[in-house]
């Protein structure tokens, strides 16, 4: 069966029926495109694991319409409403203590859930419709590269997924910002579009960064999915920074090889006038750049090459999410 559709009313309908009565269904969102599942459905969250070959630890986020559909998910502490005022709907996710009737499947048998609520048009309008919360997971094989596309997703599992539903290219290209709100200080687990300044400057305090508590052992613990490698192409990922850096590391591989850079310089000419590399923001825009990093690993690991070579971003704002994707993404064993 052909997993297409477009945005006509009639579809949303239909993908408001299937997730209904326990259909898996690809759906886009602003940041990448997610396999979703109504969260009442027992076997629909078993299927998302299933499809993707995901470990049961890593559990999922809720996506959710509206605040009060959100009191019979979590607690609600009173932060999240200068957050929700703010940033949702949006790619931000929150962790939250969880209501008893949220499964275990979901959670991971964890005492919190994550939850977010999504800004991408004919998400939100499914999600309306069908008055549904869907536990969504990124649309990619575990370990693979995020989808930022329907036919991202295609390519990936054909008729494994009954119906993609189609909403063009994802605005940001990037997951959402995770950030833990049941800890003791509001801590950032996955760097994302929402940036920690912005946070900060909402929460009115210093939130702490995943990254800072890399050398703690419970890290693993806070949040099971943000694994060392992800996100990887097959072919060779090397980070560079700035262009003799990248030519003392090109030197030393052989084979067909391409490097991609973030923005246009002078210095990255040679390669350019050479076809050697490709250019992922012609205007230099940082938010670009994020919105093509998925796609770009994924078209040049097609391509039969040796090697990728991909420009780091500098750290900070989009960057620091950008730079998190390829360091796990190049983290390749
Ligand atoms: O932008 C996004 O967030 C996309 C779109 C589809 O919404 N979704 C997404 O889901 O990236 P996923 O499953 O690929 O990543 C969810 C991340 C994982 O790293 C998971 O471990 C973490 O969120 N997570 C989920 N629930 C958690 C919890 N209760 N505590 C800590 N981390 C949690
Ligand atoms: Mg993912």
Redesign the pocket.
């Known amino acids: 069966m052909k997993s297409f559709f477009t945005s006509k009313s009639n579809d949303l309908k239909r993908v408001v029926a299937l997730l209904s009565k326990g259909e898996i269904v690809a759906v886009p ?1 602003e ?4 396999l979703a599942a109504n969260i009442f459905h027992e076997d629909a969250i078993a299927q998302l694991f299933k499809v993707k070959n995901r470990p049961f630890s ?4 809720v ?1 959710i319409h509206s605040l009060e559909q959100l009191q019979s998910i979590a607690y609600i502490p009173e932060t999240l409403h200068a957050l929700s005022d703010k940033f949702w709907p949006g ?1 931000l ?1 929150i ?1 939250l203590q969880k209501k008893p009737s949220i499964s275990d499947k979901i ?1 991971a048998n ?1 005492n ?3 939850v ?1 609520m ?1 800004s991408h048009p004919l998400l939100r309008e499914i999600l309306q419709t069908g008055d549904l919360a869907l536990a ?3 649309a990619n094989p575990f370990g693979y590269i995020s989808p930022t596309t329907a036919n991202h997703v295609y390519e990936s599992f054909g008729n494994k997924v009954p119906y993609i539903l189609d909403g063009g290219k994802a605005e940001f290209g990037l ?2 910002t ?1 950030l ?1 709100l049941t800890s003791d200080v509001p801590t950032i ?2 760097p ?1 579009p929402i940036t920690k300044k912005e946070i900060n400057e909402i929460l009115n305090c210093t939130v702490h960064d995943n990254a800072e508590n890399s050398n703690s052992s419970s890290n693993n613990e ?5 694994l060392p490698q992800h996100y990887s192409p097959n072919t060779k990922l090397i980070l560079f920074k700035g262009i003799r850096d990248l030519e003392a590391k090109w030197e030393k591989s052989t084979g067909k090889k391409i490097a991609v850079f973030l923005k246009p310089s002078s210095e990255s000419m040679t390669f350019r006038s050479k076809n050697l590399c490709v250019l992922l923001s012609p205007a230099g825009n940082i938010k670009e750049a994020g919105a093509e990093t998925f796609s770009i690993l994924r078209q040049l690991d097609q391509q039969d090459l040796s090697t990728i070579f991909f420009e780091e971003s500098s750290d900070n704002g989009i960057g620091i999410a950008i730079n998190d994707r390829l360091s796990r993404a190049a983290n390749q064993t």
């Open positions: 969102t940041t990448v495109y997610g890593d559990p999922l986020i996506h790619p996710t962790i959670t964890k919190t859930v994550a977010r999504p969504a997971p990124s997951e959402s995770v833990n687990l996955r994302g806070i949040s099971p999915g943000l």
